[in-house]
């Protein structure tokens, strides 16, 4: 389905009678109902992402929900979409924290770093946040970042928030690290993320772990600039 070490990886969960009563009714969601992000962008993050790339895991709850916004990568929106209250807060803290300025909304850049743009669930109806909850997204969801957990090699997880700071106790494998903080939303953004640091302390462990640091500005501007 994904064309990735992630199939083999995943083989089973897909056979599970969760998983394909979750197909049944994400097809009749999409021939019924406008859904983001669009059908053949549902697992992008996974697809860009393989299982055996993966150095940091960035967890959101569920897509955007205005038009054209989603696109299979948590927090990201492509070309010349607004660019959302989050993503805002986002950049600012990348900017206050290592002096890097984005003008690319899209974060593909980061998920081919190894990078797992990963929603906990994948798909939304337009205008109608959380739409999808519940309908077996999060036992999937859940189950991936369990298989990350047992991967032998050190991973980052990036948790903002308290939905994505609920699944740490999934990450019990001593290897990994966990960075959390407030979610970047306006209504949080001020209460402990902006100031957080979190793409330098990322940076800290992968160089500790002996991984290549993210590039965290866009491929058109990745050098730092005075403030």
Same mark, same amino acid.
């Given at each position: 389905?994904?064309? =990735?070490?992630?199939?083999?990886?995943?083989?089973?969960?897909?056979?599970?009678? /969760?998983?394909?009563?979750?197909?049944?009714?994400?097809?009749?969601? /999409?021939?019924?109902? #406008?859904?983001? $992000?669009?059908?053949?962008?549902?697992?992008?993050?996974?697809?860009?992402?393989?299982?055996?790339?993966?150095?940091?895991?960035?967890?959101?709850?569920? $897509? /955007?929900?205005?038009?054209?916004?989603?696109?299979?990568?948590?927090?990201?929106?492509?070309?010349?979409? @607004?660019?959302?209250?989050? &993503? @805002?807060?986002?950049?600012?803290?990348?900017?206050?924290?290592?002096?890097?300025?984005?003008?690319?909304?899209?974060?593909?850049?980061?998920?081919?770093?190894?990078? &797992?743009?990963?929603?906990?669930?994948?798909?939304?109806?337009?205008?109608?946040?959380?739409?999808? =909850?519940?309908?077996?997204? #999060?036992?999937?969801?859940?189950?991936?970042?369990?298989?990350?957990?047992? @991967? #032998?090699? $050190?991973?980052?997880?990036?948790?903002?928030?308290?939905?994505?700071?609920?699944?740490?106790?999934?990450?019990?494998?001593?290897?990994?690290?966990?960075?959390?903080?407030?979610?970047?939303?306006?209504?949080?953004?001020? @209460?402990?993320?902006?100031?957080?640091?979190?793409?330098?302390?990322?940076?800290? /462990?992968?160089?500790?772990?002996?991984?290549?640091?993210?590039?965290?500005?866009?491929?058109?501007?990745?050098?730092? &600039?005075?403030?």
């Amino acid at each position: 389905m994904i064309n =990735k070490v992630w199939d083999t990886v995943l083989e089973k969960e897909m056979k599970k009678d /969760y998983f394909k009563n979750l197909g049944t009714f994400i097809k009749k969601e /999409y021939q019924t109902k #406008e859904i983001f $992000p669009p059908y053949k962008e549902i697992f992008n993050a996974l697809r860009i992402t393989d299982y055996d790339k993966v150095k940091i895991v960035i967890l959101g709850q569920d $897509p /955007y929900h205005g038009d054209k916004e989603a696109m299979g990568l948590s927090f990201s929106v492509k070309g010349d979409v @607004r660019r959302p209250p989050s &993503l @805002r807060n986002i950049f600012k803290e990348l900017y206050n924290d290592l002096q890097i300025e984005r003008d690319q909304n899209d974060l593909t850049d980061w998920a081919e770093q190894g990078i &797992l743009l990963l929603n906990s669930v994948l798909t939304v109806q337009k205008d109608t946040p959380l739409s999808h =909850k519940g309908q077996g997204w #999060e036992t999937f969801t859940d189950n991936i970042m369990r298989y990350l957990n047992a @991967r #032998e090699t $050190p991973i980052i997880f990036i948790l903002w928030g308290g939905y994505a700071r609920s699944k740490k106790e999934m990450i019990t494998n001593p290897i990994h690290h966990i960075i959390e903080s407030a979610h970047p939303s306006p209504l949080s953004a001020s @209460r402990g993320f902006l100031g957080s640091k979190p793409f330098s302390k990322a940076n800290a /462990y992968l160089e500790k772990d002996g991984l290549e640091p993210i590039q965290w500005g866009p491929k058109t501007n990745l050098n730092r &600039l005075d403030i």
